[in-house]
C-alpha cells in the first residue's frame, strides 16, 4: 500500500516540554533539513524553517509575505476582521507596513529609550521597595508584570490602573495556540477598551505616544481612527507580556547558574551580553511571530518552495542551531549572541527591542544588586512553567531573599 504525503509527514511540533530548551523534535528537524514539510492541524503541509541562516534568509526575502489573508498561509482562516487588522502592521507587507513602522520608529529608538531609563530605574526601585518589605514573594505578580505593565503604560498612555482588566483579556487572548471563542470575545472587549482610550485621546491629546499619534491623524489625516487603535492594541499586547515572561524566567536561569551570576555581580559591564545571551537560550516567542505564505516559487536552503505554501520559523531552533551558535545548549554569558531571532529579522524585526533590552537589563541589575540573598522557594522542578501557552514563561516564581 502506497502512503500518501500527509502519513509520513512528521507532525508540527508544538509546546516544549522542559524550560531549558524547545521541543526535542526540534534538533531532529534540523539535523534533518533546514526547510522541512511538516503535517500542521487538519489543513495542507506546511514548511518549517529549521536553521539559522535559512530562517534570516526567509525573514528577509520580499517574496515571502506575513500578511494572514492571504491564501495557503498557516492562519489564513483565522484572519480577522477588516477593522481587526486595521494598524495590526506585523501582518502587513511593504509598502504598507512601512507607513506605521515609520510613525512609531521615533518612539522606539535608542536615543528614547536612553531618555525613559530613569523612568525604568525608578520603576524596578518602587517595586523592589515594595517586595523587600516583607520576606517572600511571587516574583511574576509583585515584580515582573508590574515593571512590565507599568513601563508600556507610561510610554503609550494606558491607565495603569486598568491593568487587570487589559491584563486579563490578553492572557485570555494568548491562553491556547489557537484561536477560541472566548479568545474572540477578550480581543473584542480589549478593542473596545482600547477604542475609547483613543477617542478620548482625539479630543484631548496628552503627552504620551497615543496623544502624539492621535495629534498626527488629526493634523494629517493620515492614520483612521481604527488603524489607530490597532497599532495601540498590538504595542500594549505586545509590549508587556513578553517582557514580563522574560524577567521572570531570566531571573530563575541566572539562580540556576550560580557562578555566572557572581561574575555579573563582580563585572556588571558584563549584563549586555548576559541578556542576549537569555533572549537566545530562551526564545520565548519561537514560531507564533514568524509566519508566512511564498507569493511565487522560490528556493531556500536547496528546497523550491511554491507559491501559496505556508512557512513557520522556528525561532527557538534556529537559536539553538550549532551552525550559528556553538555549544547551543549551554548558557554561556560570554557568548555573542546578538544575532540572536528573538526579535525577528528584517523588517518585522521587534519595534520594541531597546525598550525590552532597557527593561531586562536595569530590571535584573538592580534585582540582584539589591536583594543578593534572593533565592527560589520550594521544589525547582514543581515551577509551574507556561508549557500550554503560545509565549513561553513561568505562571509563578516562588522567591525569598
Known amino acids: 500500500m502506497i502512503r500518501t504525503e500527509e502519513e509520513i509527514l512528521p507532525a508540527f511540533p508544538m509546546p516544549r516540554r522542559c524550560p531549558y530548551a524547545p521541543p526535542p523534535e526540534y534538533e531532529s528537524l534540523r539535523d534533518k533539513a533546514p526547510l522541512v514539510r511538516v503535517a500542521f492541524r487538519d489543513g495542507p503541509p506546511i514548511w518549517v524553517v529549521t536553521r539559522h541562516s535559512e530562517a534570516r534568509d526567509v525573514l528577509t526575502d520580499r517574496r515571502i509575505s506575513t500578511d494572514p489573508t492571504r491564501p495557503g498561509h498557516p492562519f489564513a482562516a483565522m484572519a480577522g476582521t477588516a477593522q481587526e487588522q486595521a494598524g495590526q502592521f506585523i501582518d502587513m507587507d511593504p509598502p504598507e507596513h512601512d507607513v506605521y513602522r515609520r510613525m512609531l520608529a521615533g518612539e522606539f529608538s535608542a536615543r528614547r529609550i536612553r531618555e525613559l531609563g530613569s523612568f525604568i530605574q525608578d520603576v524596578v526601585n518602587e517595586r523592589i521597595d515594595a517586595i523587600s518589605r516583607g520576606r517572600e514573594t511571587d516574583l511574576v505578580e509583585s515584580f515582573a508584570f508590574p515593571v512590565a505593565t507599568l513601563v508600556i503604560c507610561q510610554l503609550l498612555g494606558v491607565p495603569y490602573k486598568d491593568r487587570e482588566y487589559f491584563q486579563s483579556r490578553t492572557n485570555r487572548m494568548i491562553a491556547g495556540f489557537f484561536s477560541t471563542e472566548e479568545a474572540t470575545r477578550a480581543r473584542?472587549?480589549?478593542?473596545?477598551?482600547?477604542?475609547?482610550?483613543?477617542?478620548?485621546?482625539?479630543?484631548?491629546?496628552?503627552?504620551?505616544?497615543?496623544?502624539?499619534l492621535a495629534t498626527e491623524r488629526r493634523t494629517t489625516g493620515e492614520l483612521s481612527h481604527d488603524a489607530l487603535v490597532g497599532m495601540v492594541f498590538l504595542l500594549l499586547v505586545a509590549g508587556h507580556e513578553t517582557t514580563a515572561n522574560m524577567l521572570s524566567l531570566g531571573v530563575f536561569t541566572l539562580l540556576q547558574n550560580p557562578g555566572a551570576l557572581a561574575e555579573l555581580r563582580a563585572r556588571p559591564e558584563l549584563w549586555p551580553d548576559a541578556v542576549e545571551e537569555l533572549l537566545r537560550y530562551h526564545s520565548i516567542v519561537d514560531w507564533v511571530a514568524f509566519d508566512r505564505v511564498a507569493l511565487e516559487d522560490i528556493e531556500i536552503g536547496g528546497q523550491r518552495v511554491r507559491a501559496g505554501e505556508g512557512l513557520f520559523v522556528l525561532g527557538a531552533s534556529a537559536n539553538r542551531d550549532e551552525r550559528a551558535f556553538a555549544s547551543p545548549d549551554d548558557f554561556d554569558i560570554h557568548r555573542s549572541a546578538r544575532h540572536h531571532l528573538a526579535f525577528g529579522y528584517g523588517i518585522h524585526r521587534c519595534l520594541g527591542q531597546n525598550l525590552a533590552r532597557a527593561e531586562l537589563e536595569i530590571g535584573y541589575r538592580t534585582l540582584f544588586e539589591r536583594l543578593p540573598a534572593l533565592r527560589i522557594v520550594g521544589d525547582v522542578e514543581a515551577l509551574p512553567f507556561k508549557y500550554d501557552r503560545r509565549t513561553f514563561g513561568l505562571y509563578r516564581l516562588p522567591v525569598a531573599w
Open 188 to 212: 473584542t472587549e480589549l478593542w473596545g477598551y482600547l477604542d475609547d482610550l483613543v477617542t478620548a485621546a482625539e479630543s484631548s491629546p496628552g503627552d504620551d505616544l497615543i496623544g502624539r
